[in-house]
């Protein structure tokens, strides 16, 4: 086997040419490095974003769900109203059907909760900005829907009533108010939720989930048509 010996450098220039290729090739190797690394970041990011667009769509449309039924939720209270005048002049009006109350869908943030710090930063900060504002507006009205949802759970006690104690009353009107004003704070919200969506470009939409409709007894009267 023959073994070539390195050429000695003749000159400077030769010795400098030779560090240019040297030099060259680092920067190469560099480059490349650095363009596969991008090209991770970008392909990360690119599935991260898809996610979460997909999860607060998805969220967009349960927050939309309960909005579309604020109509009822501002009858039936209209309704409980004239319930409590009725029992508080000693004349309680009985109820056709159970009180009911709102559908509501839990919104989902697996997605969100995952994200990585590293991945974050690879994302322009006024996008970071936007998700963050969208999710902790969600996350807002989510904390509003829950404790509507105890709110008519607890009015559930009066389904049947036909008489009602001082604490009865003073406990229907507690709850018809913690009522009427979640309504007007969710509602309220919704603009706000769908400027911040639109900012995104993204839309409510539940994909292939499948979503069982409002109870539609909950729409229907629940006094006599002349109390109500």
Request: glycine fraction near 4%; include cysteine.
């Given at each position: 086997?023959?073994?070539?010996?390195?050429?000695?450098?003749?000159?400077?220039?030769?010795?400098?040419?030779?560090?240019?290729?040297?030099?060259?090739?680092?920067?190469?190797?560099?480059?490349?490095?650095?363009?596969?690394?991008?090209?991770?970041?970008?392909?990360?990011?690119?599935?991260?974003?898809?996610?979460?667009?997909?999860?607060?769509?998805?969220?967009?449309?349960?927050?939309?769900?309960?909005?579309?039924?604020?109509?009822?939720?501002?009858?039936?209270?209209?309704e409980l109203e004239s319930l409590l005048?009725?029992?508080?002049?000693?004349?309680?009006?009985?109820?056709?059907?159970?009180?009911?109350?709102?559908?509501?869908?839990?919104?989902?943030?697996?997605?969100?909760?995952?994200?990585?710090?590293?991945?974050?930063?690879?994302?322009?900060?006024?996008?970071?900005?936007?998700?963050?504002?969208?999710?902790?507006?969600?996350?807002?009205?989510?904390?509003?829907?829950?404790?509507?949802?105890?709110?008519?759970?607890?009015?559930?006690?009066?389904?049947?009533?036909?008489?009602?104690?001082?604490?009865?009353?003073?406990?229907?009107?507690?709850?018809?108010?913690?009522?009427?004003?979640?309504?007007?704070?969710?509602?309220?919200?919704?603009?706000?939720?769908?400027n911040l969506a639109s900012a995104l470009?993204?839309?409510?939409?539940?994909?292939?989930?499948?979503?069982?409709?409002?109870?539609?007894?909950?729409?229907?009267?629940?006094?006599?048509?002349?109390a109500s």
């Amino acid at each position: 086997m023959d073994i070539h010996k390195p050429k000695p450098t003749h000159n400077w220039r030769e010795f400098i040419s030779e560090i240019g290729v040297v030099v060259i090739g680092v920067l190469i190797a560099l480059a490349g490095e650095q363009l596969v690394n991008s090209l991770h970041w970008r392909t990360e990011v690119y599935e991260f974003r898809d996610a979460a667009d997909k999860e607060l769509a998805s969220d967009l449309a349960a927050f939309e769900f309960r909005v579309k039924q604020a109509p009822c939720v501002s009858r039936r209270i209209a309704e409980l109203e004239s319930l409590l005048t009725s029992a508080r002049a000693g004349t309680p009006v009985p109820l056709l059907e159970d009180i009911g109350r709102p559908a509501n869908i839990t919104l989902r943030t697996s997605v969100w909760d995952t994200r990585a710090g590293e991945l974050m930063s690879h994302i322009p900060i006024e996008k970071r900005l936007a998700y963050s504002s969208l999710y902790d507006e969600l996350a807002n009205n989510d904390r509003q829907i829950v404790e509507e949802r105890d709110v008519w759970k607890s009015l559930s006690q009066f389904n049947g009533a036909s008489a009602f104690s001082s604490d009865n009353l003073m406990r229907l009107s507690e709850l018809i108010y913690r009522a009427k004003t979640i309504n007007k704070i969710v509602t309220s919200n919704s603009r706000e939720v769908s400027n911040l969506a639109s900012a995104l470009g993204i839309r409510p939409d539940f994909g292939e989930r499948y979503i069982a409709p409002p109870d539609p007894h909950f729409c229907s009267p629940l006094l006599p048509a002349r109390a109500s």
